[in-house]
C-alpha cells in the first residue's frame, strides 16, 4: 500500500468515526430503545440485515414512500424493506382489502376463494408457472423448489453461484455459511460461462437442478447477462436438468418478471417479497408435469404443509396488489423510471471523477464504491467499504433510508421529487467527500 492510499483510507476512516459521533447525537432514543432490546433479544436483533452499528435506527411508523424514527426523523424510503415494500406504507387500495380480510375472519382452517383468484393471477403473469403452490417466504419456496428438483429427477446436487442469496439458510456469499442447509451444493462462478459449463460437465451425472437469481440482490444488484441465462437454459435442457429461477426480488422487474424481459423460460420459478402485499409469502411453481407431484388426489404424491400458506391477510391483498394497483404497465413504468434514475445517478459519480457506481436493474440499485465493470462478486473485492459505509451515514444525514449495505429501492408512491431529493443527497455526498479519495 503506498503512502497516498494510506492517507486516504485513514481520512475516510477519521470521517467515519465524526459520522459516528452524529448518528448518536441524533438518534438518543433509538439508544436506549436498543439497549432495552438486547435483554430480550441476542444483539437487540432478531434479523440480522437490519442491524446496524453502533446501534440501529427503531422506526416508528411510515406513511407513502416515507419512514419516521422513534427520535422523529422523518426519510424517504429507499430500502424499500428490500424490495418487499414496492407499494410504500399506506396504499389505501391495500388497506381496505386488509380490513375486508379482518371483517372475514382469519385462520379459518379451510380453503379460501382469494387463494384460487391469487394463484390464477400469478400463473397469467409468469411465463414459467402452469401451476402454484404458496409458502410463507421466498427461503421456503426455494427450499420446496429444489426439494421438487431432487424427487423428480433422483439427483442430488444443487448448482448455486457465489454471491447467490436464497433465503437465510441458502447464503453463498460472505458470512453464514455454516448455517445453510446441508444439501450437495455446487458453486460456480456467476456471469462466467466457460467456468460454469466445466463444473456443469463435471457434475451432470448427478445435478438435479440449477438455482440462480436473474440479477443477484443480495450480492450487491449484480444482474446475470441475458447469454449466461441463455447458455444455462440450452444446457440444463439439453441434459435433463431442472432450471430454476429465483425470483424473490426481480419478479418486480415486469408483470412476468426478468424471464419475461429476457424471454428466457426456467422450468421452474420461486417468488415471495412484494407479491404479498407486505404479509409474509413465498410461492414455488412451475410446468404442471412438475408441480402435479403435489396434488394430493394423485397416488403417491408429495406433501407440502404449512399453517399460514394460504392465510386470509395474504391471499387478499396479495391478489388485489396484482389485480389492481401493480398491474403489467405500472410494472413498466417503474421499471423504466429506476433505469433513468441510475443512469443520473451514475452520470453524477462518472462526471465527478468519483470511484463509485450504483448497479442493478429497473427499480432495484446497488452503491458500490469501485470503479470497472461489476459481473460478479469476484469483482467487488478492492471495493471502500468504509467508503460505501460513509455513503450510508451521510445519507441517512440528508433524510435519505437505504440499505447499509447499499442497496436502494424504489416504491410505487415515489416521484420526481423524490428521485431529485436522493439524486441531490448523491450529488452532496460526491462534492464534500470527493478530498478523501
Known sequence: MNSTTSLSATAVQQELEKAWDRYRQANPLSAEHHA??????????TRTVLFSDPFPIILASGEGCYVTSLDGTTYVDYLGEYTAGLYGHSDPILRQAVVDAMDSGWVRGGHILQEEKFA?????????????????????????????ARELTKKNKIMVFEGGYHGGVFMFGGK??????????????YNDWPATKAMLDQHREDLACVLIEPMQGSGGCIPAAREFLQALRDWTS???????????????????GLQALHGIIPDMTT??????GGFGFGAFGGREDLMRVFDPSRPEFLPHAGTFNNNVFTMMVGATGLEQVYTAERAKQLTESGEK???????????????????????????HACTGTIRSIRDLVNS???????F???????????????????????????????ESAVVNFVESRKELV
Open 271 to 276: 417468488l415471495g417479497k412484494y407479491i404479498g
Open 176 to 189: 453464514g455459511g455454516t448455517l445453510t442447509v446441508p444439501f450437495d451444493f455446487v458453486k460456480a462462478p
Open 341 to 367: 434514475l441510475r443512469s443520473r445517478l451514475n452520470r453524477v459519480v462518472t462526471d465527478a471523477g468519483f470511484p463509485m457506481q450504483f448497479t442493478g436493474v429497473g427499480s432495484l440499485m446497488n452503491v
Open 384 to 390: 471502500n467499504q468504509p467508503l460505501r459505509d460513509l
Open 238 to 256: 439439453s441434459h435433463g436438468v431442472l432450471l430454476v429461477f429465483d425470483e424473490v426480488m426481480t419478479s418486480r422487474m415486469s408483470a412476468g
Open 36 to 45: 432495552r432490546a438486547r435483554e430480550v433479544m441476542p444483539g437487540g436483533n
Open 392 to 422: 450510508y451515514f451521510d445519507m441517512l444525514e440528508q433524510g435519505i433510508w437505504p440499505a447499509r449495505r447499499g442497496m436502494l429501492n424504489l416504491s410505487l408512491p415515489m416521484g420526481e421529487a423524490e428521485f431529485q431529493r436522493l
Open 120 to 148: 390464477r393471477l400469478i400463473c397469467e403473469r409468469f411465463p414459467s408457472i402452469e401451476q402454484v403452490r404458496f409458502t410463507n417466504s421466498g427461503t421456503e419456496a426455494n427450499l420446496y423448489a429444489m426439494c421438487t
